[in-house]
């Protein structure tokens, strides 16, 4: 096999790392990759947004199989692209894509669908948003509707930050064209978790839940990030919940989606908040592996992923993935110095001779300059993964590697996974 993963973050790395443990004979590509991904497979100079130039690798390549990480081209249309010149490919359509790049469609078809979500609105005019925030109840939550990098939404405590959001996303183009148009919903209570389905439109198939931190700072403080750390499983994600989800969300939203002529194939992520009650609701869907939950999730699989997305990439139900047994994993996402908001380039870094074993360190915003020196070269840096047969080892591990990774003005947190540690003490 011929193998292209689009991306150049943590988890393109991870999907690569996955992959090649199931078909080491395999050649790979990826486009752009990073120091990390050049370690196995062979990098390729094209942006991930470069759609032309993508297609054309492929082809120049002979790639059999595309799989494509980032949702701003699967957004730009690179599967339809792949697909028109006969190129298996795992990932939404253009069309599909929307329900990520498109708050506002996933709102609009998740009411058609009745899939449970917190109430909205959606607004392009700034006044009448701002109108609707003065008579809102307090707190609330502001969406920019667009592609946004995982900054596109502020939990505002009071109206007056609510309306700040709003000016700053629609008068002041913060997030550029991705605030135009907003969505403002209820804030939901309760404690969120994400899910993985590889589906070809019909049938799917669940990788082990995960939890995200989004807050920059421990004890979920700070402003919201791109993901500051993971772990996988989720004792919360009990067999029952994971029906209902099933019965009441990924059913009805898939069939809907094929209803209206736009079905998803690829990898449906559903992020979730559970209720007190134990009931799902949906805060948003991404149309690809979530970023850093796929670095906690895909080093407990055992096999058959690449089969499973092959699969799919081909028109057909995706097949069963073995899991690793009694194995917990925690990811801990390095980042540079004034990520979010400003992060610093350019630090040079140093990694520890040798690791534990159950550590993966997987590159994020990292090149290599100066000949062999590596260097700081985006917001998060790195997702450093442990695996253990306890969650509270797989937590030190995680840990205590990431504090071994050296670089000026390094930001993590220590205290990824505290939700489930305080369940399971």
Known sequence: MRILIVGSGGREHALLWALHRDAPDAAFFCAPGNPGTALLASNLAVAANDIDGLVAAAIEHAVTLVIIGPEVPLALGLAD???????????????????????????ALMERAQVPTAASHTFTDMDKALAYVETHAEPLVVKASGLAAGKGAVVAETRGEAQRAVRAMMRDRSLGDAGVELVIEDFMEGEELSLFAITNGRDFVLLPAAQDHKRLDEDDR???????????????????????????????????????????????????????????????????????????????????????????????????????????????????????????????????????????????????????????SGGRVFAVTGVAATFAEAQHKSRNAAASIE???????????????????
């Open 81 to 107: 692209r792949l697909r028109e010149r006969g190129i298996p490919v795992f990932g939404p359509s253009g069309a599909a894509a929307r329900i990520e790049a498109s708050k506002s469609f996933a709102k």
């Open 222 to 376: 700070g402003p919201n990030t791109g993901g500051m750390g993971a772990y996988s499983p989720v004792s919360l994600a009990t067999p029952e919940l994971l029906a209902q989800v099933e019965r009441t969300i990924l059913i009805p939203t898939l069939t809907q989606m094929e209803k209206e002529g736009s079905p998803f194939s690829g990898l449906l992520y559903a992020g979730l908040m559970i209720g007190r009650t134990g009931s799902a609701r949906v805060v948003e869907f991404n149309c690809r592996f979530g970023d850093p939950e796929t670095e906690a999730v895909l080093p407990l699989l055992g096999g058959g992923l690449l089969n499973s997305l092959e699969r799919v990439a081909r028109g057909e139900a995706p097949s069963a993935i073995q899991l690793k047994d009694n194995c917990f994993a925690v990811t801990t996402v390095l980042a540079a110095k004034g990520y979010p908001d400003r992060p610093e380039k350019g630090a040079a870094i140093a990694l520890p001779r040798e690791v534990a074993e159950g550590v993966s360190i997987f590159h994020a915003g990292t090149s290599r300059e100066d000949g062999d020196v590596l260097r700081v």
């Open 407 to 425: 670089f000026e003005g390094k930001v993590f947190r220590r205290d990824i996974g505290w939700r489930e540690a305080s369940r399971r003490a």
